[in-house]
């Protein structure tokens, strides 16, 4: 097994979470910030989408599945197209509203499909590539990769924990 092996798992494990996370749920359900001011299970999987999306689409030189396959219509949300929910105020997690949970699979899914096609491209050493100058040391390509996979995990888990407290409460 690869490296790009390894990432097409990684980021497989990814979806099958997101999957599990969102189906079934109701857009109030979805849309629930459990102290008020907490991170949606929504805005979580939105997030974790648009920002696998961004930093694929970068390092791969392609256009964003947000725009380029219609999502950022589909969702509708009010907020600037190229925002990944990076810095969020509070009232900006509150626009990302999703009534479907499937739309949030799809986006996923769609992003997902991006990302394993761009992972089949590449070679060992391209992981070596620096893609981003503004830190220190220089941000190749591998840690990237690695970077969204954490973040995803990260925020997908807080989904998934999310859901089960609404369970619990009956919601």
Known sequence: ?????????????VRDEVRDAVAGLSGLTLGVRVDGSANSIAW??????????????????LDQVWTAQGFADRFGLELDTASI?????S???????????????????AVHDQTVAYLATLTESDFDRIVDRRWE???????????????????VGQAALLRGVLERRGA
């Open 85 to 89: 929910g990076y810095g969020h105020t």
């Open 137 to 155: 040391p220089p941000v190749t390509l591998g840690v990237r990769l690695i970077s969204v996979v954490a973040d995803d995990l990260q925020h």
């Open 1 to 13: 097994m690869n490296g790009s092996d390894l990432l097409a798992d990684a980021f497989g494990r």
């Open 44 to 61: 979580l999987i939105w997030h974790l989408t648009r920002v696998q999306d961004d930093h694929i689409a970068e390092v791969a030189a």
């Open 91 to 109: 009232a900006q997690v509150d626009a990302v509203q999703v009534d479907d949970p499937d739309l949030l699979v799809a986006y996923h899914e």
